[in-house]
T-cell receptor, first 114, second 116 residues
Framework: EAGVAQSPRYKIIEKRQSVAFWCNPISGHATLYWYQQILGQGPKLLIQ????????DSQLPKDRFSAERLKGVDSTLKIQPAKLEDSAVYLC????????????FGQGTRLTVV | AQSVAQPEDQVNVAEGNPLTVKCTYSVSGNPYLFWYVQYPNRGLQFLLK??????LVKGSYGFEAEFNKSQTSFHLKKPSALVSDSALYFCAVRPRASGGSYIPTFGRGTSLIVHP
């Protein structure tokens, strides 16, 4: 079974530039998550999708971050404009429907903002 | 607001000895509880979860965890540690009840180092 695919693996940008990350979840997984993991901290949920609808985006900085999941499969997360404090690993995860289901994570995208 | 505490940044144990990685939580009602492991340059991998029933949950790679409702804890354990168990371990909690926030919350992580 193929896992969660993310690209790119690494990205370095200057502050105020924009960047986009892509995620392809496990086939059949209705739920998709984007997490931000800052060095030395646990993953922090940014947004959760159920199929192509947003379930929770309460921790997404909406003035600069946006995400979409067209057709309920692939998803993109965008940052525009980036700030130095956005430097982190961005993790995409997917799961079956339900709060008691475990998430399957991609390898993440390491973003460095300089 | 819900929270997860992993009080130890690092746990050191000798190979063959038992290990414990601690996790306590604060959430309304009875939560769903999870443990994940992260190896260097890899994504998080699911180890085990508590949903209901037996307080002792068995998971992958010989790990187990004990749910203690009165102490609001969900400590990860293994009877005999292996060098290959060295990794970063994360505890996560998700509220069970409907209404209010039900997003998953992760702890800061505990680095487990198993010495040969």
């Amino acid at each position: 079974e193929a896992g969660v695919a993310q690209s790119p693996r690494y990205k370095i940008i200057e502050k105020r530039q924009s960047v986009a990350f892509w995620c392809n979840p496990i086939s059949g997984h209705a739920t998709l998550y984007w997490y931000q993991q800052i060095l030395g901290q646990g993953p922090k949920l940014l947004i959760q999708f159920q199929n192509n609808g947003v379930v929770d985006d309460s921790q997404l900085p909406k003035d600069r971050f946006s995400a979409e999941r067209l057709k309920g499969v692939d998803s993109t997360l965008k940052i525009q404009p980036a700030k130095l404090e956005d430097s982190a690993v961005y993790l995409c995860a997917s799961s079956l429907r339900g709060r008691n289901t475990e998430a399957f994570f991609g390898q993440g995208t390491r973003l460095t903002v300089v | 607001a819900q929270s997860v505490a992993q009080p130890e940044d690092q746990v050191n144990v000798a190979e063959g000895n038992p290990l414990t990685v601690k996790c306590t939580y604060s959430v309304s009602g009875n939560p769903y509880l999870f443990w994940y492991v992260q190896y260097p340059n890899r994504g998080l991998q699911f180890l085990l979860k508590y949903i209901t029933g037996d307080n002792l949950v068995k998971g992958s790679y010989g790990f187990e965890a004990e749910f203690n409702k009165s102490q609001t804890s969900f400590h990860l354990k293994k009877p005999s540690a292996l060098v290959s168990d060295s990794a970063l371990y994360f505890c996560a909690v998700r509220p069970r009840a409907s209404g209010g926030s039900y997003i998953p919350t992760f702890g800061r992580g505990t680095s487990l180092i198993v010495h040969p």
